[in-house]
């Protein structure tokens, strides 16, 4: 195992995961009302799963025939790196967030738990939030393929499976964590902290792939 690919793989997945978006968002809400955890993470981490071992095995074939595109393709990926790292700095200084509601089931604060959630259409709208978002070709196809296809030949696997690690944990952490992290995200500080935390990692990595 090489696990300097290994590291580098986790680094840029775990910059780019860790991110409130609208998969994220969904994972999260959906956890804080226990509903269907295990089916949404299963779903979201196999995604990437796919997502990241295509990206670094196809991205390997483009590099040796077109490397030319390839690396045009991946500015591209790091100027998307850095617009994404300055907004998140901006959402840092003046934040827009909406409070997330553990009771955005419908059930009214005070109240029992609203009816439970059908699985099946949890199922969809999980897969619709993966697999119809255009970030996540850009983020976990592109920009992690293309990186990965740059690592030293036999160091490919060990940078995927730094990624797909990383993703696991992200999902199981998030979709089994935010029942604890929900009266923290109330506060419009703890967007804040988190927000300029990533906007500084996102950042830092698009200056160290410049290379």
Known sequence: MNWLSFSHGAALCASLIVTIGAQNAFVLRQGIM??????????CAL???????????GASVLVERYPVFVHAMLYVGLAYLAWFGINAL???VRPGHAVLDANANGAAP???AAPAQRAMPIILMTLAFTWLNPHVYLDTF???GTAGAREPDGARVAFALGAMAVSGVWFIGLGYGARALAPLFRRASAWRVLDGAIGSMVLLLAVTQLR
């Open 34 to 43: 226990r509903s269907h955890v295990g089916k949404i993470v299963a779903l």
């Open 47 to 57: 995604s990437d799963f796919i997502l990241i071992g295509a990206g670094v095995g």
């Open 90 to 92: 901006r959402r840092a």
């Open 110 to 112: 005070g109240t029992s």
């Open 142 to 144: 592109l920009l992690i």
